[in-house]
């Protein structure tokens, strides 16, 4: 009896150590990534209607392949050095192109862990199969600053007090060597990032 009971206690334990290491999406969050083809839709009509025709290149260029479902078990070969070129689309331009910048994917079991390692701005988080896809939960941060852990973010707080913000997005496997980050609704510039992962 007294082992069974200590067994109960232990397995409680247990859950509630699990529950309270479960990351919650912010709801403004969680709103954004329901946007996700809607902003993509809004971002590229944009482009196209008022973007050069090296834009529209770009643009389809970034967003052509289609994804492959999430695989926690696959989580591991994504793990490693990328290189990622930033695509902002819509908002204040129809679209800006960013030369590569050097990003880095690490697996901890089925969790894996985003970081932008070069350029002003950055980016750094944590991935997790969700639904079916990879859902990016992160930080948006200036070169110099620290990042904010995501689950610091209060779910209402000004966004125009500074320059580091929550993340939201989908990791995009499309093919062997190739994905991309895609980032809708975020609160500076523009109204879809994505970031091109190659290797």
């Given at each position: 009896m007294?082992?069974?009971?200590?067994?109960?206690?232990?397995?409680?334990?247990?859950?509630?150590?699990?529950?309270?290491?479960?990351?919650?999406?912010?709801?403004?969050?969680?709103?954004?990534?329901?946007?996700?083809e809607?902003?993509?839709?809004?971002?590229?009509?944009?482009?196209?209607?008022?973007?050069?025709?090296?834009?529209?290149?770009?643009?389809?260029?970034?967003?052509?392949?289609?994804?492959?479902?999430?695989?926690?078990?696959?989580?591991?070969?994504l793990a490693?050095?990328?290189?990622?070129?930033?695509?902002?689309?819509?908002?204040?331009?129809?679209?800006?192109?960013?030369?590569?910048?050097?990003?880095?994917?690490?697996?901890?079991?089925?969790?894996?862990?985003f970081?932008?390692?070069?350029?002003?701005?950055?980016?750094?988080?944590?991935?997790?199969?969700?639904?079916?896809?990879?859902?990016?939960?992160?930080?948006?941060?200036v070169?110099?600053?620290?990042?904010?852990?995501?689950?610091?973010?209060?779910?209402?707080?000004?966004?125009?007090?500074?320059?580091t913000?929550?993340?939201?997005?989908?990791?995009?496997?499309?093919?062997?060597?190739?994905?991309?980050?895609?980032?809708?609704?975020?609160?500076?510039?523009?109204?879809?990032?994505?970031?091109?992962?190659?290797?």
């Amino acid at each position: 009896m007294r082992r069974n009971k200590a067994i109960a206690l232990a397995l409680a334990a247990a859950m509630a150590g699990s529950a309270a290491g479960a990351q919650d999406i912010r709801p403004d969050d969680r709103a954004r990534l329901d946007q996700l083809e809607t902003a993509m839709g809004r971002a590229l009509r944009q482009v196209l209607a008022t973007g050069s025709d090296e834009d529209v290149v770009i643009a389809t260029d970034a967003l052509r392949s289609p994804p492959m479902p999430a695989d926690p078990a696959q989580a591991g070969s994504l793990a490693g050095d990328w290189r990622c070129s930033m695509v902002k689309m819509g908002g204040t331009l129809p679209l800006v192109a960013y030369p590569p910048f050097r990003c880095r994917i690490e697996a901890e079991g089925n969790l894996l862990r985003f970081e932008k390692l070069t350029g002003s701005q950055r980016t750094k988080g944590t991935i997790r199969a969700m639904d079916g896809r990879w859902v990016y939960l992160g930080s948006t941060f200036v070169q110099g600053e620290a990042p904010r852990p995501y689950g610091d973010f209060p779910p209402e707080f000004d966004t125009q007090a500074g320059e580091t913000l929550p993340d939201v997005g989908v990791l995009e496997v499309t093919g062997e060597g190739r994905a991309r980050l895609v980032l809708p609704l975020p609160y500076r510039e523009s109204v879809l990032n994505v970031l091109v992962l190659t290797r």
